[in-house]
């Protein structure tokens, strides 16, 4: 079945636009949620694969994801288009918050409301993450593997605080070269 | 904003801000966030064109305001620019620390992923991103799990609250900016 796409450029920079906005404390739950629950320019799947590159590339991961997703579409003029769509308004907002700052960081409540939103977004990363298990079902890695992979990778960042790099290095190419050897043999 | 300074930025001043920021986006490999201890080193003690306070008001604000962390760039450049007492210089400012911290990964992005693109069916591709799968998606809900253990208190109503937002989220369509709003509202009242 052929998925939908954006109509042209314009609507990738709307698209993003709206994304960002709605993105306090982690932009990954909403685009996840508006690519691929709601417009669904992408598969499960797919977003995770887009999503390891964007990751694993230099940069922030989720302007990287909008850079990609819009050269993937209409090419240069798509990844410029996204890539405004991300920063443009929110560049604006962040400063006119910054400008106001002096007035408004004095007040209790503006730290508490920080305080409640942050709790918020923890939890809609780990929504993410978790709806996102779903694209591992029809892994060539299999359940078992993915499950160890992935429980052993929660541990070193997660619990032992281990830094990413080498954690991403060790894992990714463990992980990757039993793919490459299933690939193989299937 | 509090603990401004008053500095003068001359050419050579212009060119290594810029030098900067293009150097430290190659390296920010996990995010730009991963690369605000090298920053504060060269902002803040090496050429003191940002007060201390300045630098973490633009972390903080940026990390609040919608949109991508990296945002706490913009109001870096923005802070050094007001500095020099001008907002032509701020937005002057603001321009050359972003062009400096996107144009390498952007470039990079571009051409990774049009090469992946092509090369998609190789195995070595395929492998890559199969392999790398399990591995971003513990890596998501590490993150969340890490934000969720530095709330400034550590308090349990704020776990609750987010394993609520979590369990929503994961389980039904409701709209993330009313559990914001939600999250927001309980923290203004001090009910969390």
């Known amino acids: 079945m052929p998925h939908p796409i954006p109509k042209s450029p314009l609507d990738l920079f709307w698209s993003f636009t709206l994304i960002a906005l709605q993105g306090f404390g982690g932009v990954v739950a909403i685009v996840q949620r508006e690519l691929v629950d709601k417009k669904q320019w992408l598969t499960q799947e797919e977003f995770i694969e887009e999503w390891a590159v964007a990751q694993l590339l230099p940069g922030p991961n989720v302007v990287n994801l909008s850079l990609i997703l819009g050269e993937r ?4 003029r798509g990844a410029l288009a996204s890539l405004a769509g991300m920063l443009l308004f929110p560049a604006v907002i962040a400063l006119l918050l910054a400008v106001f700052y002096g007035i408004y960081a004095s007040h209790p409540g503006v730290a508490g409301a920080i305080r ?4 918020v977004a923890a939890g809609l990363i ?3 993450g978790l709806k996102m298990l779903a694209g591992l079902q029809s892994n060539a890695l299999g359940k078992t593997l993915c499950a160890v992979i992935g429980a052993a990778c929660f541990v070193s960042i997660a ?4 830094p990413l ?3 991403l290095l060790v894992l990714g190419t463990l992980s990757g070269g039993m793919v490459y050897y299933r690939l193989k043999a299937s | 904003m509090s603990g401004a300074l008053h500095i003068t930025l001359d050419w050579s001043d212009w060119i290594a801000l810029f030098q900067h920021f293009f150097t430290m986006s190659m390296l920010s490999v996990g995010g730009a966030v991963s690369t605000l201890p090298e920053m504060h080193r060269f902002l803040v003690d090496q050429h003191h064109w940002l007060s201390e306070a300045q630098f973490n008001a633009s972390v903080a604000i940026g990390q609040a305001s919608p949109g991508p962390n990296i945002l706490f760039i913009v109001l870096l450049g923005w802070n050094i620019g007001i500095n020099t007492g001008s907002i032509v210089a701020a937005l002057g400012a603001v321009i050359t620390v972003m062009s400096g911290i996107l144009i390498p990964s952007t470039t990079i992005a571009l051409f990774a992923s049009k090469w992946l693109t092509i090369n998609n069916h190789l195995r070595g591709v395929r492998a890559f991103k199969l392999g790398m799968a399990p591995v971003v998606v513990a890596l998501l809900i590490s993150t969340g799990w890490i934000l969720a253990g530095i709330h400034p208190q550590g308090e349990w109503h704020l776990w609750v609250l987010t ?4 369990l929503l989220i994961w389980r039904t369509r409701i709209h993330m900016l009313w559990l914001l709003g939600a999250g927001a509202l309980l923290g203004w009242f001090g009910i969390i």
């Open chain 2, 163 to 166: 394993l609520l937002s979590a």
């Open chain 1, 73 to 76: 579409y209409f090419g240069v």
């Open chain 1, 116 to 119: 409640g939103m942050s709790a």
């Open chain 1, 159 to 162: 619990l032992l605080r281990w």
């Open chain 1, 165 to 167: 790099l080498p954690v």
């Open chain 1, 126 to 128: 780990l929504a993410t």
